[in-house]
């Protein structure tokens, strides 16, 4: 799917540090400001124009609020944000905004509670409070903490590495475990039983290896930012311990290509320079050199442009960061350079357009053979309703190609596509095996994306139906299909649970297998929903890039039948780790889900295993033993 996704692996924790310090910065306070309306507002936050909500009812749902505050009574909400069971705050762009808000949703009845609004204090600035406080000093090589922040596993060897992912996940299935049996005490003494037998509700299978180790990563951003070049602290009284001090941009810091220490809210926007390392390769071994490459180039045009890169302390500068993507087996390599184009006059950016091309095909760049180059214009700060333009191309083909298994996919600057493609082999290969579909069975892949996995399962089953939010992806799914002359695959746009109901009752099949590759969050509820009140899907395979996020996804088709949730609930039965993300903390938890009923929960009880499938195997006493790895 064409979303964030892949960011659960880990150089992209780099970026989820960026997006987390655009939202921070969004909410920035100006905290020696003595007048709201006076907020300059390039500044603007709406933290100052917020109210707190009092005295809502017990059972609401955030469509119902926003709909409430936005639709019906026109208010104009910027942000809402549920604090606890009875209040929630609730932002604007403007103090007008915020005062017609406080007259009108004082007093007003709402689901029978009547609401109490009154005016709330801005939370402090994070960058500004983590400033004020006395921090440890950290005197370790810059290699060490970079590569704690972005690969932390780097220095563990693979099993190592495993080995801790796998206890994470131990401790993520047992929670699902805990959870099902508190949603559905039908299937408590079946969670036991199962716990008794594997540890956890479902038998963790053996983990997928990935096939490569150093260097798999397809896609990288890298930011764009400032390197401090002095030392940023000064030793207190208290040898342990230093003050912080603002960072003079003007003098102390140069401009840097690479990844960020730590977040806006942990109180650092330093990027650390990938030139600045010893061996970058071997600090960062989950990037190929090809793209540190480019990442140490493009440094030195930044610092040649005359052109600052962006401070978001300031909200000033253009440059903000560069994301690459290749096609290893297809010789292609693709750069986004990304550019706030707040200030900067036309003529200074088709000048910017001009020397980034003269500098990768025949400057300093041209050693990096870049055969794909965009200039993607994208403001820092977001104006609500107002829409980024897409990529620009300078040169080459819009898109590069990837290949996985015998099938080519077109992936542009923007679509979703697995950051490990031998991984991605793998994963798709495991979710073919556990969705067992067969040539009668209409498989539908919610959350498709460019349709990968559809794509790739579609010799497999009679049909294909994918469903995606992006309509460009679904466009890029299509011509997908039609380029590998696979002709049983139809892709619908639209947000899943919106359409799924539609899409799923004109199905023909008696058999349906759904598998759902749904965003970091998991999959929207009205959407799960349309999945367990179709009683012809028995099987269900979920594709899940953090686990932890989707726990409440897990419990919710576990849940007994109700008005709501038609049909037998579903039960996992066998759960496999993938890892696509080596040296990182990510991996992929593919889990497959069944319909139990309650004449086969007994069933289940009075044999020895849980489900026929799930026998363990006896031991061999002639095999060495191996461990959970």
Same mark, same amino acid.
């Not at 606890?84 to 403007?94: E, H, K, L």
């Not at 970079?146 to 993520?172: F, M, N, R, W």
């Given at each position: 799917?064409?979303?964030?996704?892949?960011?659960?692996?880990?150089?992209?924790?780099?970026?989820?540090?960026?997006? *987390?310090?655009?939202?921070?910065?969004?909410?920035?306070?100006?905290?020696?400001?003595?007048?709201?309306?006076?907020?300059?507002?390039?500044?603007?936050? &709406?933290?100052?124009?917020?109210?707190?909500?009092?005295?809502?009812?017990?059972?609401?749902?955030?469509?119902?609020?926003?709909?409430?505050?936005?639709?019906?009574?026109?208010?104009?909400?910027?942000?809402?944000?549920?604090?606890?069971?009875?209040?929630?705050?609730?932002?604007?762009? *403007?103090?007008?905004?915020?005062?017609?808000?406080?007259?009108?949703?004082?007093?007003?009845? %709402?689901?029978?509670?009547?609401?109490?609004?009154?005016?709330?204090?801005?939370?402090?600035?994070?960058?500004?409070?983590?400033?004020?406080?006395?921090?440890?000093?950290?005197?370790?090589?810059?290699?060490?903490?970079?590569?704690?922040?972005?690969?932390?596993?780097?220095?563990?060897?693979?099993?190592?590495?495993?080995?801790?992912?796998?206890?994470?996940?131990?401790?993520?299935?047992?929670?699902?475990?805990?959870?099902?049996?508190?949603?559905?005490?039908? %299937?408590?003494?079946?969670?036991?039983?199962?716990?008794?037998?594997?540890?956890?509700?479902?038998?963790?299978?053996? %983990?997928?290896?990935? /096939?490569?180790?150093?260097?798999?990563?397809?896609?990288?951003?890298?930011?764009?930012?400032?390197?401090?070049?002095?030392?940023?602290?000064?030793?207190?009284?208290?040898?342990?311990?230093?003050?912080?001090?603002?960072?003079?941009?003007?003098?102390?810091?140069?401009?840097?290509?690479?990844?960020?220490?730590?977040?806006?809210?942990?109180? &650092?926007?330093?990027?650390? *320079?990938?030139?600045?390392?010893?061996?970058?390769?071997?600090?960062?071994?989950?990037?190929?050199?090809?793209?540190?490459?480019?990442?140490?180039?493009?440094?030195?045009?930044?610092?040649?442009?005359?052109?600052?890169?962006?401070?978001?302390?300031?909200?000033?500068?253009?440059?903000?960061?560069?994301?690459?993507?290749?096609?290893?087996?297809?010789?292609?390599?693709?750069?986004?350079?990304?550019?706030?184009?707040?200030?900067?006059?036309? *003529?200074?950016?088709?000048?910017?357009?001009?020397?980034?091309?003269?500098?990768?095909?025949?400057?300093?760049?041209?050693?990096?053979?870049?055969?794909?180059?965009?200039?993607?214009?994208?403001?820092?700060?977001?104006?609500?309703?107002?829409?980024?333009?897409?990529?620009?191309?300078?040169?080459?083909?819009?898109?590069?190609?990837?290949?996985?298994?015998?099938?080519?996919?077109?992936?542009?600057?923007?679509?979703?596509?697995?950051?490990n493609t031998k991984g991605a082999e793998m994963l798709y290969s495991c979710v073919g095996d556990l969705a067992d579909a067969g040539e009668k069975c209409t498989l539908v892949d919610v959350c498709c994306g460019t349709g990968t996995i559809g794509l790739c399962l579609a010799s497999r089953v009679?049909?294909?139906?994918?469903?995606?939010?992006?309509?460009?992806?679904?466009?890029?799914?299509?011509?997908?299909?039609?380029?590998?002359?696979?002709?049983?695959?139809?892709?619908?746009?639209?947000?899943?649970?919106?359409?799924?109901?539609?899409?799923?009752?004109?199905?023909?099949?008696?058999?349906?297998?759904?598998?759902?590759? /749904?965003?970091?969050?998991?999959?929207?509820?009205?959407?799960?929903?349309?999945?367990?009140?179709?009683?012809?899907?028995?099987?269900?395979?979920?594709?899940?890039?953090?686990?932890?996020?989707?726990?409440?996804?897990?419990?919710?088709?576990?849940? /007994?039948?109700?008005?709501?949730?038609?049909?037998?609930?579903?039960?996992?039965?066998?759960?496999?780790?993938?890892?696509?993300?080596?040296?990182?903390?990510?991996?992929?938890?593919?889990?497959?889900?069944?319909?139990?009923?309650?004449?086969?929960?007994?069933?289940?009880?009075?044999?020895?295993?849980?489900?026929?499938?799930?026998?363990?195997?006896?031991?061999?006493?002639?095999?060495?033993?191996?461990?959970?790895?």
């Amino acid at each position: 799917m064409d979303t964030p996704k892949v960011e659960s692996e880990a150089v992209s924790e780099n970026k989820l540090q960026e997006e *987390s310090m655009d939202v921070n910065d969004d909410e920035k306070i100006d905290t020696d400001q003595t007048k709201e309306d006076e907020i300059p507002v390039e500044n603007f936050s &709406s933290e100052n124009f917020k109210i707190e909500l009092q005295n809502l009812p017990k059972y609401y749902g955030m469509g119902q609020i926003k709909k409430l505050i936005n639709n019906k009574l026109n208010l104009n909400a910027n942000k809402l944000k549920p604090c606890g069971p009875r209040y929630m705050f609730v932002c604007f762009r *403007s103090n007008e905004d915020k005062e017609k808000a406080l007259s009108v949703l004082d007093g007003f009845v %709402f689901k029978g509670n009547k609401l109490k609004a009154v005016g709330a204090k801005a939370a402090s600035d994070p960058y500004k409070a983590k400033k004020a406080l006395p921090t440890i000093v950290d005197t370790r090589p810059i290699e060490e903490r970079i590569c704690e922040a972005v690969c932390p596993y780097a220095k563990l060897s693979y099993e190592e590495q495993l080995g801790k992912k796998l206890e994470d996940i131990v401790t993520v299935v047992k929670r699902i475990g805990s959870e099902i049996s508190r949603s559905n005490p039908d %299937f408590a003494p079946l969670v036991r039983k199962r716990v008794s037998l594997y540890g956890t509700v479902a038998q963790i299978q053996e %983990f997928i290896r990935s /096939p490569v180790i150093r260097g798999y990563r397809n896609k990288c951003e890298f930011s764009i930012g400032y390197m401090n070049t002095e030392t940023q602290t000064e030793q207190t009284e208290d040898s342990s311990t230093t003050a912080n001090k603002e960072l003079d941009f003007e003098k102390s810091l140069s401009a840097s290509v690479g990844f960020r220490l730590a977040t806006y809210k942990q109180g &650092s926007v330093e990027v650390v *320079s990938l030139s600045s390392l010893d061996n970058p390769e071997d600090v960062l071994p989950h990037i190929s050199p090809s793209m540190i490459k480019v990442g140490i180039l493009l440094e030195q045009f930044v610092r040649a442009s005359n052109v600052l890169p962006y401070n978001s302390l300031t909200n000033n500068g253009n440059w903000r960061s560069v994301m690459l993507r290749s096609s290893e087996e297809n010789k292609q390599l693709m750069t986004v350079v990304v550019l706030d184009p707040k200030g900067l006059a036309p *003529s200074q950016i088709s000048q910017i357009r001009s020397d980034l091309i003269t500098f990768f095909k025949e400057g300093a760049g041209e050693s990096c053979k870049i055969t794909n180059l965009f200039l993607h214009l994208s403001p820092a700060k977001k104006t609500q309703g107002v829409v980024d333009p897409a990529p620009e191309l300078l040169y080459g083909d819009p898109v590069i190609v990837e290949n996985l298994f015998n099938l080519s996919f077109s992936v542009s600057p923007q679509a979703f596509f697995q950051v490990n493609t031998k991984g991605a082999e793998m994963l798709y290969s495991c979710v073919g095996d556990l969705a067992d579909a067969g040539e009668k069975c209409t498989l539908v892949d919610v959350c498709c994306g460019t349709g990968t996995i559809g794509l790739c399962l579609a010799s497999r089953v009679k049909k294909v139906i994918g469903v995606e939010l992006v309509p460009e992806a679904v466009r890029d799914a299509r011509k997908n299909a039609e380029n590998n002359k696979v002709s049983n695959c139809s892709f619908f746009a639209g947000r899943a649970e919106n359409i799924l109901y539609d899409v799923l009752k004109d199905i023909d099949s008696a058999e349906i297998v759904a598998v759902v590759d /749904p965003p970091r969050a998991g999959l929207h509820h009205k959407a799960l929903g349309a999945i367990r009140n179709n009683t012809r899907i028995k099987r269900l395979v979920y594709v899940s890039c953090d686990a932890k996020a989707a726990v409440k996804n897990f419990v919710d088709l576990c849940r /007994p039948a109700s008005k709501t949730a038609k049909g037998d609930p579903f039960f996992p039965v066998k759960i496999v780790p993938v890892d696509l993300f080596p040296h990182t903390r990510g991996y992929e938890l593919v889990l497959l889900f069944e319909r139990v009923s309650a004449q086969q929960i007994e069933h289940l009880l009075s044999n020895n295993a849980a489900t026929e499938a799930d026998v363990p195997e006896e031991d061999d006493p002639s095999k060495p033993d191996e461990g959970p790895l």
